[in-house]
């Protein structure tokens, strides 16, 4: 089973940028999903962007235009470049990994914090 490690959360403030890594324990050539979601306090999980194995990209509203994700796939690393951050983006950041047929797995989370 896959496991993966985010990185790259802090506090910034509103309008500032993060870049947010997930690396992953395989070649993610091999992995047919992943993305990353947020939880802010009190609220459920959401989905914000994720990406097929063939390349295929789907985001979340509420970041299009803000948020990038890329693959480095000599590092195994999923990326995510968060531009124009928002006070209403603050969450915990996880990044989520599925194998066909396996449970997705999920890393610890990483905090972004944005203040006004």
């Known amino acids: 089973q896959v496991q993966v490690v985010e990185s790259g959360g802090g506090s910034v403030q509103a309008g500032g940028s993060l870049r947010l890594s997930c690396v992953a324990s395989?070649?993610?050539?091999?992995?047919?999903?992943m993305g990353w979601y947020r939880q802010a306090p009190g609220k459920q999980r959401d989905f914000v962007v994720g990406i097929t194995s063939g390349g295929l990209t789907n985001y979340a509203d509420s970041v299009k235009g803000r948020f990038t994700i890329s693959r480095d796939n000599v590092k195994n690393t999923l990326n995510l470049e968060m531009n124009n951050l928002k006070p209403e983006d603050t969450a915990v950041y996880y990044c989520?990994?599925?194998?066909?047929?396996?449970?997705?797995?999920w890393g610890q989370g990483t905090q972004v914090t944005v203040s006004s």
């Open positions: 989520a990994a599925t194998l066909t047929g396996v449970a997705t797995t």
């Open positions: 395989m070649s993610i050539f091999n992995i047919n999903y």
